[in-house]
């Protein structure tokens, strides 16, 4: 089945000139299996690609659940040379998290379960 990151993480990102500049933090470590093997340098150069002329550099940092991701020429040479609206790293942050991942619905039903509690969406 197909999952938006946005069920398995979320995202905190910057910009500095043209590269832009993600953490992908998974709310567990089921999660976080799911999306060190998923989210690859490769898959978010394809999923940006109509932005993204430059390269992905992707860390993983299983310390802290997460992946780091580089997108290096994401930003038309840098936020205030572009003529694209809102931009810049923040709103690619929720870009990246509507970027869809192959699991199935036994890695899914695992990964969600510790979150099925308090504010979480049902």
Same mark, same amino acid.
């Given at each position: 089945?197909? =999952?938006?990151?946005? &069920?398995?993480?979320?995202?905190?990102?910057? $910009? &500095?000139? $043209?590269?832009? $500049?993600?953490?992908?933090?998974?709310? /567990?470590?089921?999660?976080?299996?799911?999306?060190?093997? @998923?989210?690859?340098?490769?898959?978010?150069?394809?999923?940006?690609?109509?932005?993204?002329?430059?390269?992905?550099?992707?860390?993983?940092?299983? /310390?802290?659940?997460?992946? &780091?991701?580089?997108?290096?020429?994401?930003?038309?040479?840098?936020?205030?040379? /572009?003529?694209?609206? $809102? /931009?810049?790293? &923040?709103?690619?942050?929720?870009?990246?998290?509507?970027?869809?991942? @192959? =699991?199935?619905?036994?890695?899914?039903? @695992?990964?969600?379960?510790?979150?099925?509690?308090?504010?979480?969406?049902?």
């Amino acid at each position: 089945m197909k =999952v938006q990151l946005v &069920k398995l993480a979320h995202a905190r990102s910057g $910009d &500095k000139a $043209d590269w832009v $500049d993600f953490g992908l933090f998974a709310w /567990n470590e089921a999660g976080y299996r799911l999306i060190e093997r @998923e989210v690859t340098a490769g898959r978010v150069q394809a999923h940006f690609a109509p932005w993204l002329p430059g390269q992905v550099t992707c860390w993983r940092l299983p /310390n802290i659940l997460a992946l &780091k991701l580089v997108l290096q020429g994401a930003l038309q040479g840098g936020g205030a040379r /572009n003529l694209r609206m $809102d /931009n810049l790293g &923040k709103s690619m942050a929720a870009a990246l998290l509507r970027m869809e991942i @192959e =699991v199935s619905p036994e890695e899914f039903a @695992e990964a969600v379960a510790a979150l099925r509690v308090g504010w979480w969406p049902g």
